[in-house]
DNA sequence: TTCGTCATGTAAGAAGTTACATGATTTC
DNA sequence: GAAATCATGTAACTTCTTACATGACGAA
């Protein structure tokens, strides 16, 4: 009793180790970042702060700007031993995908041969737009260098490096099957 | 109003439009198949028949094994042309992951050297295990022929380029760092 | 003065999981 | 005769999202 934080109080956590925030700007930190594999929403981000203050993992205090109340948080020592902890731990880490493109792929058999290639395409051009999104953000991340630093970076690539593998999974069948596909 | 089935009535609709099955049954063919992109509890199927029984896309008839109780649907005519017509919605198909793995990974910058590089370790030997699952299930599955035709054998292709090509990710990067990893 | 952003908080609901309950059948 | 598998069903719980409520500040 006490302990057992779960898994979105640690992100947050996470990122106030990169720095004191608000709970406003911790939402806006995950928005631009880790938000190809993770999200939080507002709702989880306050309860959680509260829980971490318990738990003396972090220590919030009042910063109103004007009279805009406004509460900043710092990680605490002992809170960035728990974070430390947390990425330490080998605990299980799954790598939960729940893709309905994937799914419908899986059943596309039940439609027509052109239609099952449109389908094909959907999935294809949703990964490639993808990859170019990724690339506009790796641009801006190489170019400002410290605010992204190598483990960010990595997390970058790898997205960028599973979607492009996708796109070219859908051309290696699209030419399988014997159809154009993607003519870039 | 009677219509408005979701994702997990329309995946359950999906295993019967390959044949009549009880809800046992869907459910391992759910753990044989898609499981790596998604999944689907008991008692999500059970409740999803009713629905799709009540809406006339399927038909269930008893047929009990003894004095077992057992249940069979069917795919009705219109709950193939209702699967049709969802796979054929290009209705939005977001690729939802989430991934601890990943996150910890973002944040690994709070870890010594050492440590971060066991973090990188433990994500790439997750993604390298997913690999040989896979193959074993090409393996057999490309023996087996039939039963997985060139849709279901997409999307394993899929699963396996794109775990591939996290653990060359991870490499990249380890070899970028000058650490020796990945001895294969 | 209106709109977008900053800022916090919560109530209600949707979606999904776990766990239990029950019992027949098959396999070792 | 014990354990695994077949088979259905549901109650309770957790987790997460959506939506609303409130209000200050800055820019147009």
Redesign the interface.
């Known amino acids: 009793m006490g302990g057992e934080v779960g ?1 979105p109080a640690y ?1 947050v956590l ?1 990122m106030l ?2 720095g004191p925030k608000s709970g406003y700007e911790i939402k806006r930190a995950v928005e631009l ?2 938000r ?4 939080i929403s507002q709702a989880q981000i306050y309860p959680a702060l509260e829980q971490l203050e318990a738990a003396g993992l972090v220590s919030g205090r009042d910063e109103p700007r004007g009279r805009r109340p406004r509460r900043i948080y710092s990680i605490t020592a002992s809170g ?1 031993g728990a ?2 902890d ?3 731990r ?1 605990q299980s ?19 027509g041969h052109d ?2 290639l ?3 395409e ?2 294809r051009s ?2 490639e737009e ?1 990859v170019r999104v990724l690339q506009v953000i790796e641009q801006e991340a190489r170019a400002a260098a410290d605010e992204w ?4 970076l ?2 970058l ?2 997205g960028l ?6 796109v ?3 051309d ?2 699209a030419t399988r ?1 014997g159809a154009s596909m993607g003519s870039r």
């Open positions: 898994a992100v996470g180790g990169l970042s880790i190809f594999f993770w999200t960035r974070l430390e947390w990425l330490g080998d880490m799954p790598f939960e995908l729940r893709d309905i493109g994937m799914v419908k792929l899986f059943f596309a058999g039940a439609l239609e099952g449109a389908l094909l959907a999935v949703r990964s993808r630093d190598t483990y960010p990595l997390t690539e790898m490096a599973f979607h492009q593998a996708m070219d999974a859908c290696a069948f099957v």
